[in-house]
């Protein structure tokens, strides 16, 4: 099932991200790392109550 406000809140920390790293690319290489350490690994292996808790609504 898709979450149409996760994938906007996907969609505008990309553009962040995207921003961020071309002004100074250790800080957007932080940030994706934090994107996809920390949110997908809930996102694709969470439980549903780790999902209901940290994913946003």
Do not use: C, W
């Amino acid at each position: 099932m898709k979450n149409d406000a996760l994938e906007k809140v996907e969609d505008h920390y990309a553009r962040l991200v995207e921003i961020v790293g071309a002004h100074d690319l250790g800080v957007g290489i932080t940030l994706g790392a934090h994107q996809s350490i920390g949110f997908k690994g809930i996102l694709l292996f969470g439980n549903p109550k780790q999902k209901e808790k940290y994913l946003p609504k």
